[in-house]
């Protein structure tokens, strides 16, 4: 949700639509995961959830650290005199699918509703 308001308010609404989009796309990829059974893994080993945690925290220092790094540029370059440049932080699209992606709690959140579903198909074909 941070990557996106910062989207609108960097870069407007269209990179905002874009990283949704690539929100989303994360979102396709746990929902494969789930159905080879990756997230299973990520639920029973808390090294393998941890290790994917660390690497979305360090993917959004990385993008902080980026923005931050812009920022300065930036300011630096309105206090000059030469012309500013397009600010240059990557892809909207491909920043949400690698945030989505790295982030265990999509992957959790997957296969908790896909427990739930099947427990529902049990519950309603029970009672037919």
């Known amino acids: 949700m941070a990557l996106v308001t910062r989207q609108v308010v960097t870069r407007g609404r ?9 929100n989303l796309s994360g979102l396709a990829v746990h929902a494969s995961a789930l159905a080879v059974g990756l997230s299973a893994l990520l639920v029973a080993s808390a090294t393998a959830y941890s290790v994917v945690k660390l690497a979305g925290a360090a993917y959004l ?22 012309p500013e ?4 932080r990557g892809h909207p699209y491909r920043q949400g699918l690698i945030s989505t992606v790295l982030n265990p709690k999509a992957a959790l959140e997957r296969a908790t509703g896909a427990v739930l579903i099947a427990l529902g198909v049990r519950v309603a074909v029970a009672h037919r």
């Open 14 to 22: 269209r990179a905002a639509q874009a990283t949704i989009l690539g």
């Open 61 to 82: 220092v990385f993008l902080g650290l980026k923005s931050l790094r812009q920022a300065r540029r930036t300011r630096a370059a309105t206090n000059a005199t030469i």
């Open 85 to 88: 440049l397009a600010p240059k």
